[in-house]
């Protein structure tokens, strides 16, 4: 039900683009995010987005992340600029109701991607 995609290796400075492809769900406008987890270190939320909510990005992300969505909503981006090594992690999509910046509020989890990015 989600297919996230588009992880590999990055410079530093350079920018990915994560795809989450979504289907089969069966309530109307799931809210879908993207989680990660760094690798020794626990997961933490990145964003979400949902017709709900909005737009949601955590702190730590602001302005260098972005989430966003084609017309059709069934796929969910994740455009990450100015990649830092310590971003380093495997990104996963998750869905829920709604938006929380809580990873145990995601019940809906895809397999992840994993972006590593070079010194």
């Known amino acids: 039900q989600l297919q996230a995609s588009g992880g590999g290796l990055v410079q530093a400075g350079g920018s990915l683009r994560l795809s989450c492809t979504i289907s089969g769900f069966d309530f109307n406008d799931p809210a879908i995010g993207w989680v990660r987890q760094v690798p020794g270190k626990g997961r933490e939320v990145v964003s979400c987005?949902?017709?709900?909510?909005?737009?949601w990005h955590a702190d730590s992300f602001k302005g260098r992340f972005d989430i966003s969505s084609d017309n059709t909503r069934n796929t969910v981006y994740l455009r990450m600029n100015g990649l830092k090594p310590e971003d380093t992690a495997t990104y996963f999509c998750?869905?829920?109701?709604?938006?929380?910046?809580?990873?145990?509020?995601?019940?809906?989890w895809g397999r992840g991607t994993l972006v590593t990015v070079s010194s």
């Open positions: 987005m949902s017709d709900r909510d909005g737009r």
């Open positions: 998750v869905a829920h109701w709604y938006c929380s910046p809580y990873v145990d509020a995601y019940k809906h």
